[in-house]
């Protein structure tokens, strides 16, 4: 892509608030009301801290406690709630800047409206080579059917388009890129993939499904140096606006991986980054004899690789172990074989670098835990094994998460996002194991929340109203869905900081406020622990610190 | 490759010195007979300098001048010649590292000889699955031909066995190896590369040269990570020895960019290296959008990109204005078309990407100063642009090396390895531009000097000898090969200097000992600007200090 910088509006203030923020002195921050929260959900509160030259919090303070040595620079919290900076156990770091250099039909609630804004933007950007796109949605349209290539054409019939299904399993081409791509009704559909075909017809229809579609993607111009700079900057202004100074990129690419180096020896990364990379090959790549260093004092490691195993659910690519409820005769695309997994995971335990096996259907789930089950006998020790959206479980299975410290990376917002989907796929008698973050817990599994950004908005505030309650952000299904998962406050604000840490090896580093820890917080507008799912959604992030450096405030944002 | 750790000797002796050096504190360094070199090979004398915390020199003291303020710790230099660390202008750093972990015959006079330290190495290493080498030579063994697979069966019939040629473009494959690459009589030479042949018959005889070495190459298993990073290990412990602070990196792969990465993350890195990529892309993929910072305390820059004009003598590929004098029809083999080069230049360029363009052939110099000089309209500003070896200029093309800021980047100890072959080449009517260091130098070019290791020695003292003498280590030819392109003592030190310091944007960090700059320098058992040739081959390089530490001390090696 060559896109024109799209420089999003917080990071001038960002800059501009680093230089205003002392840097490397003690600090004092009092009077706030803080909030520490441990892995197992314990809560402690404090009303100050102080943080020392390398940002780490030296000491916890209470109501009235003086700092046991004068602090020079004091900073007054206004009474404020402070808990830790949230860590998002699972997004897609480059994705979501990338994103905020191309289209984004994420809010579109039709096809005609969809439509009507790629017309807009061909139309304003005359000169690119292509029309890159996301966030299209067929079930928010409330379409029952997959949009085609003609309705693309159009509105852009000179240029290609291109456009990634919300999930990121699934693309929408006009004829002008599935000519681009070579994909004509002669194509076959490659293993692992779907070429949607018009009815009656081999002709491709215009969307194409997990491994088909590289065939156009890998067409498409690839991003600028500049571009994943400039990227890598909103992604972070994003993060920051909502709270969140740490995540786990999962699939970094080699690519992505020295956009991060580019960033962090420029002292221009600021989030914290632990990383997984997109393959067995690009881990050794990076990693060499294993993880990184943690590098630029706790800013970036990479810890290990990200395996896919199935699709998701959208686009029936996720497998499960009988038909989809609502196409039957399919059980979904494997990515990988059972062989295949166990090898890819035994030669990234071998040198100790980390393992995180996207899994959506009870199929996959089942196959996931198995294999770890088969591999921790060989490789034992601390391995923290992760499956990344443990969605569609088998109640039978549910209890083998408690087993070789297995880590279940979950995404509380999908449950809302998918429940009337799923219930469509699956029916309601296969849900007894669907987004189960209270069984996996109290099977002693440990939690690591994300928001899966960008395929869900940037928004751990609204996963942790999803968490407590499993309703939307209108309130439904009133009650909640499945409510017997729901889990409480602290559990979920637990999941979404030192057990996301925990599930990258961070922990002593940063995810709670500790004495030791990276001074990572955020100020908000209202106790989380105390607030309704709805005022939990309201609240806003006032300010973000990382390493006792404020990094975003809201009254300058 | 699969190999048992060889460590180098001198390795644990630097790990152990380095915690006897006191980090971090002023330094004086008093009683020394210091050489300041500038690039113009102006000579400045000192007794003593101070090294600050950070490892850069605050001041050079006169005979009898006291540090302006007090300094803690003070060396006493036993009244040693002091000259600046060399900067080693050529190298290939990874290929020296892994060189010291396979079979070495680069030593070897015969061809016997060779085969029989073969069949001694496989029989001491029965579990390796390819016997890999290098350093061989025919012309060095007066075989007068190259040699076969059929030899190599006589004592290897069991496995691949691939051994490089001493200047690395050609291989020597048994008929194992053949097999593996997939090399038969119906092989076809791949454009610019060539299979040689046995007479009378397609048939492959075992040598690939150049472009068609990959066919082989390809199929051997890479080295671990943990091998490449033992083998930059080594190569620094063979560098340290021998007084190299410096070097700049021709042909940086991804693999290796990363193994010095590591290195630096984990303070291991101490030489300086000036890495130029293998490839446009391998250039864009480290360096994005320009080259990358000064990592590690000026320890690491990603400069450009190495671009591959031309084969080299010893094998006929170097491209010549007419044809080879000893194989008439041949003028060697292009790696590039004219397009192409310029192309991957502007590429490089317009990021202001540095670029070393190889080229040893006349008809290859040409065209490098051709293309640089058509390029300098667009590309204005400091570019200094290289031409890498630059060992046979048509007399008519030297003046051009003093237009644009060119630099030409020499080997010396190539002139004594090749001249008795060049004339067999090339015809003693051919010679008038052949490692015409001094005709550059005078013609207004920028000389950086440099080892070409593994290709040659790690010494570079035998290079500066060479510089000042044009006569091998016999001595020979008396009076030196083509004496009028000697150059003087300084020039040749400055080359060796600072001005492969130049050459690769370092001036003001590196490769003189100026107030500012970093403390890297070494102490010889005698003065270099006042031994004879044969005396300064003999120089023992006492200590190695780089950024006013000890990394290197002959009395524990």
């Known amino acids: ?62 109501f009235g406690d003086r700092p046991t040595r004068d602090i020079e620079y ?23 800047g990338l994103g905020t250099l191309v289209l984004d039909l994420s809010q579109t609630n039709s096809l005609d409206e969809a439509l009507s804004r790629i017309a807009a933007y061909a139309a304003a950007y005359p000169d690119r080579p292509w029309i ?14 997959f949009p085609t290539a003609a309705e693309l054409d159009a509105v852009v019939p000179d240029r290609p388009v291109w456009l990634e299904r919300v999930d990121g399993h699934a693309g929408w ?163 990988l074989s059972g062989t295949q997994l166990r090898n890819l995971m035994s030669r990234a335990a071998l040198d100790r670098f980390q393992v995180a096996v996207h899994a959506i259907g009870d199929a996959a789930n089942r196959d996931a835990l198995q294999a770890i089950e088969e591999l921790s006998g060989d490789y034992t020790g601390d391995h923290r094994w992760r499956i990344e959206h443990a969605q569609i ?6 209890p083998r998460f408690g087993r070789h410290g297995i880590i279940a990376s979950m995404q509380p917002v999908h449950q809302t996002s998918d429940m009337f989907m799923a219930e469509a796929r699956l029916g309601a008698g296969r849900l007894g194991g669907a987004y189960a973050w209270r069984s996996i817990l109290e099977a002693g599994g440990t939690l690591a929340f994300g928001t899966d950004a960008p395929v869900e908005p940037v928004d751990p505030l609204a996963g942790l109203a999803v968490a407590i309650s499993r309703t939307n ?32 090896f961070a922990e002593g580093r940063f995810g709670s406020l500790a004495e030791g820890e990276r001074a990572d917080f955020v100020m908000l507008s209202a106790d989380p622990l105390m607030a309704s799912p709805q005022q939990i959604r309201d609240i806003r992030v006032l300010e973000t610190w990382i390493a006792g450096q404020r990094v975003y405030d809201f009254a300058l944002d």
Chains 1, 2 share one sequence.
Do not use: C
């Open 1 to 62: 892509m060559n896109i024109r910088p799209i420089i999003l509006r917080g990071s001038a203030i960002v800059a501009a608030l680093l230089a205003a923020t002392p840097a490397l002195a003690d600090t004092h921050i009092d009077n706030i009301e803080g909030i520490s929260v441990n892995r197992d959900g314990s809560i402690d509160r404090f009303a100050g801290m102080v943080v020392d030259e390398d940002g780490r919090i030296s000491e916890l303070l209470d």
């Open 74 to 96: 004091r900073v007054d919290g206004e009474g404020r709630v402070v808990v830790p900076g949230f860590v998002d156990g699972h997004l897609h770091l480059m994705g979501l």
């Open 132 to 145: 890159i796109g996301r966030g299209w949605n067929q079930e928010r349209w409330g379409l029952g059917r």
């Open 173 to 335: 081409a006009n004829t002008k890129a599935l000519e681009a791509g070579g994909v004509t009704a002669a194509t076959t559909d490659p293993s692992g993939g779907r070429i949607e075909r018009a009815a009656g017809s081999r002709a491709p229809s215009g969307v194409l499904v997990d491994a088909a579609m590289p065939l156009v993607n890998d067409a498409v111009p690839p991003p600028l140096p500049e571009d994943r700079d400039l990227a890598l900057h909103n992604a972070q202004s994003l993060l920051l606006r909502h709270g969140i100074t740490a995540v786990a990129d999962m699939g970094t690419t080699v690519e992505d991986w020295m956009t991060f180096r580019r960033a962090g020896d420029a002292g221009r990364l600021q989030v914290r980054v632990m990383s997984y990379a997109d393959s067995v090959d690009s881990m050794l790549l990076i990693g060499g004899p294993g993880p990184t260093q943690w590098l630029y004092e706790d800013r970036l490691r990479l810890n290990g690789v990200k395996l896919y195993l199935d699709g998701a659910l959208g686009s029936r690519g996720a497998l499960l172990n009988a038909d989809y409820e609502d196409d039957h005769g399919n059980r979904g695309l494997p990515l």
């Open 393 to 398: 479980v088998d109640p039978a299975d549910l």
């Open 473 to 504: 952000a209108d309130g439904e299904p009133a009650g909640g869905w499945r409510p017997q998962e729901t889990i409480t406050r602290e559990q979920a604000l637990a999941a979404y900081t030192a057990g996301a840490a925990y599930a990258g």
